[in-house]
């Protein structure tokens, strides 16, 4: 536990991460709220699937401008913008509702903003981390990136399912909103941040020889020719897209299962969600104490592969307490893939090309969550979760059993730039 306590003793890292976890916090419980808005409203599972795409959908195209903007202007003060329009878009539900206006259409344009906008956050915060932390703290840092998530996932979509049931959803998602404030005034209250060289060593699988030339032209090109220069880069992206697949079907799953299968309401919905969240959480605390000897790549591999074969055990369609299990069980196999990615990424990237690589490899991972969401509507239209459950779980266990045997995701130094062999600290 040292390892994060130095690290949070960094001012400015801690603002960073301070800021952005209770905003994981809010959108962990606001994504519950639309949902069961549009529930309440007479939708079904294909209107539910409609809604997560517009929530995840507009990513592909926002993505693109955003890694630009990162590398373009203050990285910083491009985060504080996002973040003031997104907590705009979120407010206006609670205050719709208050007014009595509040239609299903402005719930699917506040999703549609909320994605257009996403990757502005998700590659910035990465892009800024190099900076802000010694290279050998890069590991830990990503770990307590991933927590965030695991927080928002964990805490959110309970306490978003217990708010909705003792007041309504509106009032969770006035409750999200206020959390951008927050983090709007973490990122104002830090210091200027200046841009560090990237590491010259290899990570995880690829090879200390990729190109590291500098960029050239402010566009998409360089960044597009660098990570196709790095093999592994690309294999961990392609596994990342099936799982994003599994958590867009899931993200359909997910209500229906709580409602039809375990005869739940929204706080069932919210736990099993927390559920995977929780394995996730304890794993990403174990993995960010620790040094890691083994390739990143092949362990990206095995984790992913494990936790398919967690999700197939669904396929019994367990009971509550059981299906709670499985779930954080998948979620503790999965825990260490973002911050043994990102690690990898990290210290290969050139920092003039961080927000245009974050933000493409992000992009492209995003991409197939809303295609995961329409897939897992037309796949529950027939009200047999079956076919919905094995997807979710082959978009996982496929890729983690291709990772195993690729070439490029077997070589290259571990997690610690000084090779020095793992130790618990």
Request: hydrophobic fraction near 55%.
């Amino acid at each position: 536990m040292r390892r994060y306590l130095d690290l949070l003793r960094r001012r400015d890292y801690a603002l960073l991460w301070g800021g952005a976890t209770v905003s994981e916090l809010g959108d962990g419980m606001s994504f519950v709220a639309l949902v069961w808005l549009i529930l309440e409203r007479g939708g079904d599972a294909g209107t539910v699937g409609w809604l997560a795409a517009a929530y995840t959908a507009p990513v592909v195209v926002g993505g693109l401008a955003a890694g630009i903007i990162l590398d373009r202007f203050d990285r910083r003060r491009v985060l504080v913008g996002d973040n003031l329009v997104r907590g705009a878009a979120i407010a206006s539900v609670p205050i719709a509702s208050a007014l009595g206006v509040l239609s299903t259409a402005q719930l699917f344009v506040v999703a549609a903003v909320y994605g257009l906008l996403y990757m502005t956050s998700a590659a910035g915060i990465p892009s800024l981390i190099p900076d802000l932390v010694s290279e050998d703290e890069l590991t830990t840092a990503n770990a307590l990136e991933s927590i965030s998530f695991g927080l928002g996932g964990l805490v959110g979509p309970a306490l978003g399912g217990i708010v909705i049931a003792v007041f309504n959803a509106p009032v969770v998602l006035a409750i999200d909103a206020a959390s951008y404030a927050v983090f709007v005034v973490c990122l104002l209250a830090m210091g200027p941040v200046e841009r560090r060289p990237a590491a010259a060593t290899g990570a995880g699988g690829v090879s200390p020889a990729v190109p590291q030339r500098r960029a050239t032209g402010g566009g998409l090109g360089p960044a597009i020719r660098f990570i196709l220069g790095a093999p592994a880069i690309v294999a961990i992206t392609v596994i990342y897209m099936g799982l994003n697949l599994s958590t867009g079907v899931f993200s359909v799953l997910a209500p229906v299962y709580s409602r039809d299968v375990l005869g739940g309401d929204a706080t069932t919905y919210g736990a099993i969600l927390s559920a995977f969240e929780a394995g996730g959480l304890v794993g990403l605390i174990v993995v960010g104490a620790m040094r890691w000897r083994w390739p990143l790549g092949r362990s990206i591999a095995v984790a992913t592969f494990s936790a398919g074969l967690a999700l197939g055990l669904l396929l019994i369609r367990p009971s509550f307490l059981p299906t709670l299990l499985i779930l954080a069980a998948a979620g503790l196999f999965a825990s260490s893939l973002t911050a043994w990615a990102q690690t990898i990424r990290m210290r290969l990237i050139p920092p003039e090309l961080r927000g245009r690589v974050f933000a493409l490899l992000r992009t492209t991972m995003q991409s197939t969550r809303p295609i995961g969401a329409i897939l897992g509507g037309l796949l529950l239209a027939g009200g047999d979760p079956i076919p919905a459950i094995a997807a979710t779980a082959g978009f996982v266990v496929i890729p983690g059993a291709i990772g195993l045997w690729l070439p490029a995701l077997g070589r290259g130094p571990t997690a610690e730039p000084d090779g020095r062999p793992a130790s618990r600290t």
